[in-house]
């Protein structure tokens, strides 16, 4: 099969890691036959740079083009005193709606060879922990009406609106479904329903929405303060969650500090298509950009659920996790994931060892 890929680089470490991540791709095009075009477009600081703005139009006509899209990370030092409508974060934004993107799923996978890594006791992750975080990213408090002002009694005040419509919340959670088919069988819904009005209509929804087309799965609800506990507490029991914008914004971070390496995090946001976009969830690393000493491992991940995701290929997506489970068993590690004992490498050899392991 042949598919057309939309790389946006963006700035500071992204070459380096999109190079790492399309030199495994391209062992996998190798292996099953698969021809892979990559057609590099500008995003964020680069594009500013360049063109004047941080998303030009031809890479959004680009990306809409493409089967699907490879991001490295945007932003750095050079634009941080620029106007918000001019940052490189607004390319970011901006790519997403023009792709029509509202889900954001983001596996925080602790690996068993990194458990040290984790900050919570060795007891607590010892087998490894895989949380898939489901956030709904369009909607929500993020999105809702702002006001701000002075109010009746001379007050200043600001406010911002949490609205949910049900289509909303019916179509993250068929993301979260198909996810949970392909896994544990199981969904947790976080929310607020004890004192949210958005959130009994979220619980209400997810609750209708899966006995009606997904039976098979089983609906659990958390509230989102217990899930913030749970998750330190013992986070080896979740595997699917899905929830709002804000609350998923708050937990996926808190989930990818558990596994103690930004560096090793994918995630992928999608819309009705297949077409998606998949990036690390770390930024661009400006302290570290251009010594090649990033990991480009979450990159490479976020490549492998590409091949998933949305071309179907899993068993192309798990050969590659193989192969990074086979490199860190090798003792091979790179700067920030690295221990006194281990092997140390820059990120370009990095990618080199995994693509060898396929
Ligand atoms: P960051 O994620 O870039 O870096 C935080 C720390 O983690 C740094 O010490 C960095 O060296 C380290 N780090 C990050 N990725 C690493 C990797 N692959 N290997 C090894 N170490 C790694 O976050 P920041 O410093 O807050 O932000 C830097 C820039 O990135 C800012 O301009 C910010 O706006 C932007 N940013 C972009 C995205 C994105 O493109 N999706 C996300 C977050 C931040």
Known sequence: ????????????????????????????GQKYQHIFNFTHFDIGGCAIDKWGEPLPRKTVDGCLKSDSVLLGAVG?????????????????????????????????????????????????????VEIIIVRELTGGIYFGKRESGVDETGAEFASDTEKYTVPEIERI?????????????????????????????????????AQKYYPEITVEDVLVDNMAMQIVKNPAQFDVVVTSNIFGDILSDEAAQVTGSIGMLASSSLGDGTRGLYE???????????????????????????LRDSFGLTEEYAAIENAVQKTLDGGWRTADIFKEGDKKVGCAKMAELIAENI
């Open 1 to 28: 099969m042949k598919y057309e890929i939309a790389v946006l680089d963006g700035d500071g470490i992204g070459p380096e890691i999109c190079a790492g991540a399309l030199r495994v791709l391209e062992k996998i």
């Open 173 to 209: 959670m068929k993301i979260a479904c198909e996810l949970a088919l392909k896994r544990g069988k199981k969904v947790v819904s976080v929310d607020k329903a004890n004192v949210l009005e958005s959130s009994r209509l979220w619980r209400r929804t997810v609750h209708a929405y």
């Open 280 to 306: 690390p969830i770390h930024g661009s690393a400006p302290d570290i950009a251009g010594k090649d000493i990033a990991n480009p491992i979450a990159t490479i991940l976020a490549a492998a659920m590409m």
């Open 76 to 128: 750095g030092y050079k634009w941080d005193s620029l106007s918000g409508d001019k940052r490189p974060e607004k390319g970011l934004l901006g790519i997403r709606k023009a792709m029509g993107l509202y889900s954001n799923v983001r596996p925080a996978k602790l690996w068993k060879s990194l458990a040290e890594a984790s900050p919570l006791k060795r007891e607590l992750v010892k087998d490894g």
